[in-house]
């Protein structure tokens, strides 16, 4: 795909649900007692994955235009699955379906794609066994994973990485265990899955970085309003921002204070958003307004990296067009999602002529001249084809971007929004 500069980008839209959000709705709906009606569910491929492994195990699921209906089978009418359950590239699959396996009284093999199958799984299969899971991963980190049926008890487990995936592994794994399950954060990572428990009736405390589930008899389905997606949004919020004359809107954001680190940071660059029409249901949601404006580098690092750590990628392109030194530390992570995120982004930047550098935790950017054309290779990693689609945007000349279609794990019509504001 060939990307030219653009004039001012222009316009409101809103940004497909939220992938964190779809996934659970369909997990938990699948375990609840009754019908779940999910609206804003995002046709995404990772999320599709998870309806897949679901309907494997024998749960009803409908996919209709304007919602997904989930027959519940309650939290133990799953059946064994015939095959194994493919979880194409979404590690958030993999790793919240490892709770729910554990727990479960079959056997059933998990695994994905090349991605997936090098993602680490160490980090669920070690919490999962000291509840008494029986389960077993290629050399003890890897998929294909195998869950065996075991009788699980309560832990209480102190997280070694900020994680949601592995937080919501051990709660779920919690459902089906003998006593109270307890997990304590190093830092908060995002909270949608004690959300929604609570939401279906599932007694779930938090006190400052612990949380504490309480086995459940039932969950009871309630309809699921999924709100904008805002690591979604984070790739116009850092377009408009850069593209001189831009001013657009994005409706019915999901603004959950464990997911808006990509606000704080685009503020304290100087960038010009502005908040209207916040509404909290079980969720926050807002619409975000974004103008063109000077930014200028900043630190970023601690406690704010699970608060957006998906959103890294698109910081590193508004990084690049600031004026000064943007340092990122603190987010090895990054280096065991889809692809290694900071070694993709430090080598695509520079093949645009932008000052970037690789450290251990991070990287560091010397952002404000102008970033010229180049041919960008995506790593078949979506969110590193949007990231860079966004700097193409302001570029002194076309870009190339191989492989687009990845954009389709988490936003299928990206380029299309994206030209219908101006791109
Ligand atoms: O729980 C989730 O829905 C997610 C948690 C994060 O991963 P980690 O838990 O590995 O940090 C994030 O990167 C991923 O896109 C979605
Ligand atoms: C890391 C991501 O997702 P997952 O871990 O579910 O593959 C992502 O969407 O950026």
Known sequence: ????????LRGEITVPGDKS????????????????????????????????????????????DSEVIVEGVGLHGLCAPEETLYTGNSGTTTRLLCGILAGQ??????????????????RVIKPLREMGASIEGKNDNYCPLTLYP?????????LPVASAQLKSAI???????EGQTTVIEPAPSRDHTERMFRALGVEVETHGSTITLEPPEDLYAVDIRVPGDISSAAFFLVAGAIVEGSELTIRNVGVNPTRTGILDVLHEMGADISISNFHDDAEPVCDLTVKHSMLRGVEIGGSIIPRLIDELPVIAVAAAYAEGETVI?????????????????????????????????????????RP????????????????????????RSACRIDEPEVVAISYPDFFHTLERLGG
């Open 1 to 8: 795909m060939q990307i030219q500069p653009c004039g001012p």
């Open 21 to 64: 959000i779809s996934h659970r709705a369909v997990m938990l709906g699948a375990l609840a007692n009754g019908t779940t009606h999910i609206t804003g569910f995002l046709m995404g491929e990772d999320c599709l994955s998870t309806i897949d492994c679901f309907r494997k195990m024998g749960v009803e699921i409908e996919i209709t």
């Open 105 to 122: 009284p079959f056997t059933a093999t998990l695994n994905g794609d090349a991605s997936i199958q090098k993602r680490p799984m160490g």
């Open 150 to 158: 075991s009788e699980l008890y309560g832990i209480e487990y102190r």
């Open 171 to 177: 709660l779920l794994a919690g459902l089906y265990a």
């Open 329 to 369: 530390r603190d987010a090895q992570e990054l280096k065991v999602k889809e692809s290694n995120r900071i070694a993709a982004m430090v080598t695509e930047l520079k093949k645009a002529g932008v000052d970037a550098e690789e450290t251990d935790d991070g990287m560091i950017i010397r952002g404000g001249k």
């Open 372 to 395: 010229h054309g180049a041919a960008f290779e995506t790593y078949k990693d979506h969110r590193i084809a949007m990231s860079l689609a966004v700097l193409a945007l302001a570029a």
